[in-house]
C-alpha cells in the first residue's frame, strides 16, 4: 500500500489488481501535478468536475468531494478506482463511458485528462466531449512529458482551442486548453474499413484503429480449419474472442464456423467499453443477425472467468495485450492464459498469437502442459494448447 501526499490530503493506493512485490506505485508524477495545481486552485464548489482515463484513481479519491463524474474506458480501471475509494472510506462514483456522454445532465466546467498515448484516442476522447465544454471551462490535461508532443498540443488546439503546456516536473507536463466556441470540429470517429470481407467499426480509442494489426493480420493468415480446433459435439459450440477489440478475429471464426455448419454462441471480450461497442457494430455490419441475439454475447470485463461459466468454453482465441498502462508487461496475458484454462471444457483449445520475444511457449507450457506452435515468423508465434480431458 502506497500514501499519497499531496495538497488536497493523505490517502492510501494501491494498483488493482493487487500483485505481491508491485514495484510501482498506483499514480505517477502527472498525478502529482495535477493535485498541486488543484490544490493551489481548486474546484470552485458546485462545479462539475468530470475526471478522465483516471489509472488507479489517484485524482477521483483527493477530488471525491466534487462528486466528479468519472469518465473511463476500462473495466479494471473502474474497479481500481472503487477499490481505492472504498480503501479512504469514500462512497462509489458511477463511471461512464465516453460513448455515454449524452447521460451529462449539466456542462463540463472542469475537465481534467490523463493523456492517452494516442493522438486517435485524444482526437475522439476531446471530439465527444468538446459539446459538453463551455468557454468558461477549466481544461487541463496531463502526462508524461515523453507522452506530451507537438501532435499533442495541437490534437488539443483543433479540438478544444487555444492551447499552453506548463513546464516539466518529474518529467510530467500539464498542458491547458481554452474553450474557442468558434471552432469548426468535425467528428472523425468512428470510422470503418474491410478487411477480407469482414466490416470492421473503430473507435480513435480502440486497438490498431486504422488497420489491421500485423500480429493479427498473421493469426488470421494461419488459423487452422475451426473444425479442427473444436472438441466440441452437439450443442452450440462456445467460442471466446478474449480481448475482442474491433470483433475481427471473432468475426472471422462465426464465418468459418457458418462455412463448416456448426451451431455456436460467440463471446466477444474485453476490458475497454469501446471496444465492446465496436464489436457490437462489427458484427451488426458484418453479419445479419442481430447484437442481442443468442448466436453472440458482449462481455465488458477485464477477467473472463467473470463473462464466461467455468468448463464450458470449447475455444479461446487471443492476441493479448503487452502494453498495460504505458508499462510493457505480461500480467494480463497471465491472467487470460489461467482464465482461459478455467473456463475452457476438458479438451478445448486456446490460440494465441504473439511477439516471439513474449515468450508465451513457456507460459502456455506451464498452465496447459503441452503447447504446439501452428506458425511461426521472424517476429510473431502462433500457438494453440489443449486443456486436458478429466
Ligand atoms: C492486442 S489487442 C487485440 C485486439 C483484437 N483482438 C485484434 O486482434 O485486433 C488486445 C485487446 O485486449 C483488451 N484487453 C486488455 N486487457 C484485457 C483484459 N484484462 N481482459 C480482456 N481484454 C483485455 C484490449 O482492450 C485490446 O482490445
Redesign the pocket.
Known amino acids: 500500500m502506497d500514501v499519497l501526499d499531496c495538497p488536497l490530503g493523505t490517502f492510501e493506493l494501491e494498483r488493482v489488481p493487487v500483485r505481491p512485490r508491485q514495484p510501482l506505485r498506483a499514480w505517477d508524477a502527472a498525478d502529482e501535478y495535477l493535485l498541486e495545481a488543484f490544490g493551489t486552485t481548486p474546484p470552485a464548489d458546485g462545479a462539475s468536475v468530470a475526471i478522465v482515463n483516471d489509472s488507479f484513481g489517484a485524482l477521483a479519491v483527493a477530488l471525491r468531494s466534487h462528486t466528479p463524474i468519472l469518465i473511463t474506458e476500462?473495466?479494471?480501471g473502474r474497479e481500481a478506482v472503487q477499490q481505492n475509494l472504498a480503501r479512504n472510506d469514500l462512497g462509489p462514483l458511477t463511471p461512464l463511458s465516453m460513448l455515454e456522454l449524452g447521460a451529462l445532465d449539466r456542462p463540463i466546467d472542469v475537465l481534467i485528462v490523463k493523456i492517452p498515448k494516442s493522438n486517435a484516442h485524444l482526437a475522439d476522447l476531446l471530439g465527444r466531449i468538446r459539446p459538453h465544454l463551455h468557454p468558461g471551462s477549466t481544461i487541463i490535461g496531463a502526462a508524461m512529458s515523453k507522452h506530451v508532443r507537438t501532435s499533442t498540443i495541437e490534437c488539443f488546439a483543433s479540438m478544444i482551442g487555444p492551447t499552453t503546456t506548463s513546464l516539466a516536473r518529474k518529467k510530467a507536463r500539464l498542458v491547458h486548453a481554452t474553450f474557442d466556441p468558434d471552432l469548426t470540429v468535425e467528428a472523425s470517429w468512428p470510422v470503418d474499413w474491410e478487411y477480407d470481407g469482414l466490416t470492421l467499426v473503430n473507435h480513435g480509442g480502440?486497438?490498431?484503429p486504422e488497420s489491421?494489426?500485423v500480429?493479427?493480420r498473421f493469426?488470421l493468415d494461419n488459423l487452422p480449419p475451426v473444425a479442427d480446433l473444436l472438441a466440441h459435439t452437439g450443442a452450440p459450440a462456445q467460442v471466446v474472442?478474449?480481448?475482442?477489440?474491433?470483433?475481427?478475429?471473432g468475426l472471422r471464426l462465426a464465418r468459418d464456423l457458418d462455412t463448416s455448419g456448426i451451431d455456436f454462441q460467440l463471446h466477444f471480450?474485453?476490458?475497454?467499453a469501446l471496444?465492446i461497442d465496436a464489436a457490437a457494430r462489427s458484427w451488426e455490419a458484418t453479419r445479419t443477425t442481430a447484437v442481442g441475439g443468442d448466436e453472440m454475447r458482449l462481455h465488458h470485463?477485464?477477467?473472463?472467468v467473470k463473462a464466461v461459466a467455468k468448463n464450458t468454453a470449447d475455444l479461446v482465441v487471443?492476441?493479448?495485450?503487452?502494453h498495460?498502462d504505458r508499462v510493457i508487461g505480461d500480467d494480463?496475458a497471465w491472467?487470460?492464459f489461467t482464465d482461459a484454462h478455467s473456463v475452457l471444457v476438458g479438451g478445448g483449445q486456446i490460440v494465441v498469437?504473439g511477439n516471439r520475444h513474449l515468450a508465451y511457449h513457456a507460459k502456455l507450457r506451464k498452465i496447459f502442459g503441452e503447447v504446439d506452435t501452428i506458425a511461426s515468423s521472424s517476429k510473431f508465434v502462433l500457438l494453440r494448447a489443449r486443456k486436458r480431458a478429466k
Request: proline residues 5%.
Open positions: 476500462s473495466a479494471a480502440g486497438f490498431s489491421v494489426d500480429g493479427t493469426l474472442d478474449l480481448g475482442c477489440g474491433n470483433g475481427i478475429i471480450v474485453d476490458d475497454s471496444a470485463c477485464h477477467r473472463l487471443v492476441n493479448p495485450p503487452f498495460d494480463t491472467s487470460m498469437v
